[in-house]
């Protein structure tokens, strides 16, 4: 396989709708019609992609029959108008190489794979799972947070990686823009920024797309700000970014996916709803924050 998979845009990793059910874990079943109106949605606002099954999509809370019927229900909604990044973490090789052999009988374009869940893996472990997924045959966008993994894909090792075929891109989470340079000097791997609140400073310093989370609710803004970024019009995407970073920066904290999917209610385009365990409801003054954050956000994109 070569590495031609195209990344260039912005790839959403998709929140995923719920509706009240007694039946259903923790009172809430998959409301796929929602989610199949919100990928549609995404995509008719200029996305490259979607990114569904990953910890914005709460896919260490799904079923199993839940987590491939998203993927199935994400590549129907895409139409083929871009791509689908199936998230196919697992605590094991064995869990993750599974997860990607069902996205390829469903059509995804790629999967995105974070080292072993759960279980801090050494560099050796981390290289024998990606070559695991790899043997599946599809693109691999490793993806480094070494805040919920504590394992981190520093430069040296996304080299390493990168000399396994399948791994065409690095989804950089770790906040430090500086590693984009040196991942490109020491290996040929598109970086991917992985933090909407690093996303100018990543482009500015080379990264080539955005798998982004907060475009969820912002779609037709974060794709103006990718696009004025690609074409080196550096001051006005610095307008644009300095009006959507202080809400942005709920996609690096410990209740981003909360957070995010009250921001999309209160957008009002897409629905957003609550989240299973173990994601619990906002606090009053995060809920406030939050609200604060995003109206501020839509005025300024109003008054533009």
């Not at 690093?198 to 080379?206: F, S």
């Not at 009053?284 to 008054?303: F, K, N, P, S």
Request: hydrophobic letters at 45%.
């Amino acid at each position: 396989m070569s590495k031609t998979m195209d990344l260039g845009g912005v790839v959403v990793a998709t929140t995923l709708a719920f509706k009240e059910d007694a039946a259903a874990l923790a009172g809430l079943a998959v409301d796929y019609d929602k989610f199949g109106e919100h990928v549609d949605f995404l995509m008719a606002n200029g996305c490259r992609g979607v990114g569904p099954n990953g910890s914005l999509g709460e896919y260490s809370s799904l079923t199993d029959d839940e987590r491939r019927k998203v993927i199935q229900v994400a590549k129907e909604a895409v139409a083929g108008r871009g791509i689908v990044i199936a998230g196919v973490h697992g605590v094991g090789s064995h869990q993750a190489r599974h997860w990607a052999e069902i996205a390829a009988e469903d059509g995804a374009d790629g999967v995105l794979l974070l080292p072993p869940t759960v279980y801090r893996a050494n560099e050796g472990e981390v290289i024998a799972h990606f070559e695991e997924v790899a043997k599946v045959g599809l693109p691999i966008m490793a993806y480094n947070n070494p805040f919920d993994t504590k394992v981190d894909l520093t430069p040296r090792l996304v080299a390493r990686l990168a000399e396994i075929p399948e791994v065409v891109a690095i989804k950089e989470f770790s906040g430090d823009v500086r590693r984009v340079y040196e991942i490109r000097e020491l290996c040929d791997i598109d970086v991917i920024a992985g933090a909407d609140d690093v996303l100018l400073e990543m482009m500015i310093n080379g990264a080539v797309g955005w798998f982004a989370g907060y475009p969820n609710a912002f779609p037709k803004e974060a794709v103006e700000l990718y696009d004025l970024l690609v074409a080196g019009k550096w001051q006005e995407a610095k307008t644009l970014y300095e009006h959507l970073v202080p809400v942005f920066r709920w996609d690096s904290k410990t209740e981003f996916v909360q957070a995010i999917k009250l921001s999309m209610d209160i957008c009002g385009n897409s629905y957003g709803g609550p989240t299973r365990p173990p994601r619990g409801p906002l606090s009053e003054e995060q809920r406030a924050q939050v609200t604060a954050d995003t109206e501020r956000a839509l005025a300024a994109i109003r008054g533009r």
